[in-house]
């Protein structure tokens, strides 16, 4: 069977109010465009129904780039027909045609959305029979429990939509309805997936990479921003402003004048300091990082509290009760992991023997010998800031 159409579904949208339902709708419509016309897929329109989405589109890739954007829970290649439930019945059997083997079982999945003349269990009935006598040959036998294929009946108010396959998409919210945030991203495994979680629950994206200078290379660099470039995949229609920090001359001083276990807390700290002034220039809601609770001596959560000290910002944490191994699996699906792990060196300021329970009079201490906000100015200075 040819599809040229694909239903698309949405999540948490629908449980919004009328008005920002329907721009939530618009905005998600809007991403869809962006993402089909980023990857090269043909399009007649996009039609919006309460609680579904429908794109007019046979190309055979859509479905699965649809799923990609942020907002859609699933989307299915379907075929189009009248309400009239001969007409229904029809494509249901040319479908079941297609899709069920020998001695296969086989159930029908029936919803109806609007004032129709049968129950949903009426329409799966009709249907089912009609699939039944088309295959009958084939010994099928109806299972509704476990069956090994699914046909799924939609009707609606002026059109009915049969399907066999459902791809599920990535859910969230559309991106662009809950305003920018400034992502600190270091190329390692943590920090893009914090920043796609992000982007997932709706945000714009701010990506700023704090470079090591002397302290790392230019591979750590590089990784930082092909992940940034990976992000940006799922970014349609989006610009991303991509902030390069001068970091190396920062972490000297805190080795040098500083007691050197706190390093690291230091180091987090300064990189508050100087993101929340490029938030507050592009006008951001908040931080992003990659932090997990107890990963690293600096997000244990002595030193997390330590790194928020006069800090007078929001700073979310969307890793922070996630283990490796589920962070590691969130950077498979979207693309990240392998470009995270390429060899680079990343920071050779560690400490060998770094704090982990660090003590906020020492540090309030030790802060005053350095000027901070003339190190966060310095490092503002020689920010270099290039768009993707």
């Not at 229609?237 to 000297?252: A, M, N």
Request: aromatic share 8%; hydrophobic share 40%; net charge positive.
């Amino acid at each position: 069977m040819d599809f040229h159409c694909v239903m698309v579904r949405y999540g948490e949208i629908g449980i919004k109010s009328e008005q920002i339902r329907a721009k939530y709708e618009r905005l998600l419509v809007k991403n869809i465009e962006a993402m089909l016309r980023e990857n090269g897929i043909p399009f007649e329109d996009i039609v919006r129904e309460r609680g579904r989405i429908f794109v007019l589109s046979g190309d055979r890739r859509a479905p699965d780039i649809i799923a990609r954007v942020f907002g859609v829970v699933s989307s299915s290649p379907v075929a189009v027909t009248g309400t009239d439930i001969k007409d229904v019945q029809g494509t249901a059997a040319a479908l079941g045609r297609e899709t069920i083997g020998m001695n296969s079982s086989f159930a029908i999945r029936a919803r109806r959305a609007g004032d129709q003349p049968y129950t949903s269990q009426e329409i799966g009935r009709m249907c089912g029979d009609a699939v039944f006598e088309a295959v009958r040959e084939r010994n099928p036998r109806v299972d509704l429990k476990g069956p090994d294929h699914e046909i799924f009946v939609e009707m609606r108010e002026s059109r009915s939509y049969v399907f066999s396959k459902i791809i599920k998409g990535v859910g969230g919210m559309p991106m662009g309805s809950q305003g920018k945030m400034v992502a600190l991203i270091s190329g390692g495994i943590d920090s893009p997936v914090a920043a796609w979680l992000m982007m997932r629950r709706g945000c714009d994206l701010i990506p700023v990479f704090f470079n090591n200078g002397k302290f790392s290379d230019k591979d750590y660099t590089e990784r930082a921003m092909d992940t940034i470039k990976k992000l940006k995949e799922w970014a349609p229609g989006r610009t991303f402003k991509i902030y390069e920090v001068p970091h190396g001359d920062s972490l000297r001083e805190f080795i040098d004048r500083g007691n050197v276990k706190y390093t690291c807390v230091f180091c987090k700290h300064m990189m508050y300091r100087t993101a929340i002034e490029i938030a507050k220039k592009e006008g951001a809601h908040g931080l992003i990082t990659g932090s997990s609770l107890g990963q690293v001596a600096s997000q244990t959560s002595d030193n997390l509290m330590i790194e928020h000290y006069r800090i007078d910002f929001p700073i979310y944490h969307p890793l922070i009760g996630l283990d490796k191994n589920e962070i590691v699996e969130i950077a498979r699906k979207i693309g990240t992991y392998d470009i995270s792990v390429r060899p680079a060196t990343c920071c050779k300021a560690v400490p060998k023997h770094p704090s982990i329970h660090g003590q906020l009079e020492e540090i309030e201490r030790i802060e005053a010998d350095f000027d901070m906000k003339a190190l966060a100015r310095r490092e503002l200075d020689g920010a270099v800031m290039t768009t993707l």
